[in-house]
């Protein structure tokens, strides 16, 4: 048997993201659809005489080493869940840039629980998504991955039909603002909730070619106000590209969806402006069919 498990942890983006209320809490109700994408991390998991988290790559930098780290607490969390020892080593590769809406590191953490699922057999898909629901609002669905509708905070996942292929260019801005998450959700506190209309329709029905205009993140009705620099470079993008480009989750990452065949004029459209530009594409699950 071996005694190391390896798998790419994806970046995702949200097709829909609406804000349906404020719960008790102090926490969101969402209902939002995501999808992961071809760029990813790489997660390798092995046994280890204790907890060890070791990380290189592009993007290597700004990734906490301690406790807080999501896929240590992951493995943690996952461990009490099936009564197991803890101790294992992970080992990130980091590809996905940091901070800027695309899910790197809670995706670093649904890819440990689902490395751990073949290291300790019999672990359910059930303790994996309780695990996840326990460490943050996004790691269900990228326990799941491929098109996923996620409601509640974001930890009540329910996997979709996989959207079809399509080309998605990343434009990364050269910096994020402190607390961005809690900012962003407290500044839609002053607007009116969504009703999750345009989750629902989404979810019941696929669309076969989407492009960016079909996209729907409720955070973009703040996004210009919170973070510095991002509506000159929104439109710049949009005027030189000729079609809408959309804030990934919770910003400030911008990003187009459409045609694979459209992606490299795209992402050659980009160049000059202040943000890094990363070509890509959507991806099925790893992990379901
Ligand atoms: O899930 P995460 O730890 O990234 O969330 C950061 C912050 O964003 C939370 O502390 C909370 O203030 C806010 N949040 C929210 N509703 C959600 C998810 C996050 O209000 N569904």
């Not at 700004?62 to 780290?69: A, F, I, Q, V």
């Not at 101790?87 to 800027?100: F, N, R, T």
């Not at 669905?141 to 009540?156: D, F, Q, Y």
């Not at 079809?164 to 998450?181: D, M, N, Q, S, W």
Request: glycine letters at 10%.
């Amino acid at each position: 048997m071996p005694e190391r498990w390896s798998a790419p942890a994806p970046a995702k983006v949200n097709l829909v993201l609406e804000v349906t209320g404020r719960r008790e809490d102090g926490y969101h109700e969402i209902d939002t659809v995501l999808q992961t994408l071809q760029l990813a991390d790489t997660v390798t998991v092995s046994a280890a005489q204790a907890p060890r988290l070791g990380v290189s790559g592009p993007f290597a930098s700004g990734t906490p080493l301690d406790g807080s780290n999501l896929a240590l607490r992951a493995a943690e969390a996952l461990a009490n869940r099936c009564g197991r020892n803890f101790p294992c080593s992970v080992e990130l590769v980091k590809d996905i840039p940091p901070a800027g809406g695309l899910g790197g590191g809670a995706s670093d953490a649904a890819t440990v629980l689902r490395l751990l699922q073949r290291a300790w057999p019999g672990t359910t898909d059930a303790d994996l998504l309780a695990a996840a629901a326990e460490v943050g609002s996004d790691e269900p669905a990228l326990v799941l991955g491929g098109t996923v509708r996620a409601r509640g905070r974001g930890e009540v996942a329910e996997p979709l039909g996989s959207l079809p292929p399509h080309g998605v260019v990343l434009f990364i801005p050269p910096a994020t603002i402190e607390r961005k998450t809690a900012r962003m959700f407290a500044a839609l506190d002053a607007l009116p909730s969504d009703d999750g209309a345009v989750a629902a329709a989404f979810a019941a029905r696929l669309p076969a070619a989407m492009t960016s205009a079909d996209v729907h993140n409720s955070f973009e009705r703040v996004a210009f106000d919170l973070f510095p620099g991002l509506a000159p470079l929104w439109e710049a993008l949009e005027a030189r590209i000729g079609e809408p480009v959309r804030l990934a989750g919770a910003g400030p990452t911008l990003f187009w969806i459409g045609p694979e065949s459209r992606a490299p004029a795209v992402a050659s459209a980009a160049a000059g402006l202040a943000c890094s530009v990363v070509e890509t594409a959507t991806a099925g699950s790893l992990w379901r069919p």
